[in-house]
């Protein structure tokens, strides 16, 4: 009988430390979004591996840390007065997929995101457009 119990409490502990380590995940990405928005250099380079890598699929570009900081002004520019929609779909294999609707004032895009994220810090990110607009959302 104690045996059960042992394993019992052991499974349920783990499973709280796999769902605390997928909310933390959540709330980065969240930080992630909010930076984004308002392109603050300081929190997207605090949120960023040093040795992160993220790959812009639908143009073909893989940046390093640098290149996506100093990339952040002409984003700037573009994202003032949007909105950002973002939900997790899943987390799988240390990998977060989300949804993303950039709501810029003229148009808007659905983007699919991935997140690998280590020790508070994301090591690696996607993004691919997936509409022409948010209606998918």
């Not at 499974?11 to 605390?20: H, P, Q, R």
């Not at 899943?90 to 977060?96: A, I, L, N, S």
């Not at 950039?102 to 997140?115: A, G, I, K, R, S």
Request: glycine share 6%.
């Amino acid at each position: 009988m104690r045996d059960w119990r042992a394993i019992t409490f052991i499974v349920a502990a783990l499973m709280l430390t796999l769902t605390s380590a997928h909310a933390d995940d959540g709330a980065i990405i969240s930080r992630w979004y909010s930076a984004l928005l308002v392109a603050d250099r300081t929190e997207l380079s605090d949120l960023l591996a040093d040795d992160v890598r993220i790959k812009l699929n639908d143009l073909g570009v893989v940046q390093n840390k640098q290149e996506f900081i100093a990339s952040i002004d002409d984003w700037q520019g573009a994202v003032a007065g949007a909105t950002i929609r973002h939900r997790i779909e899943k987390t799988e294999g240390g990998v977060t997929t989300v949804i993303a609707c950039y709501d810029f004032p003229n148009n808007d895009m659905l983007m699919q995101e991935t997140f690998a994220v280590t020790d508070n810090r994301i090591t690696a990110s996607s993004q691919a457009a997936i509409a022409e607009n948010c209606d998918g959302y």
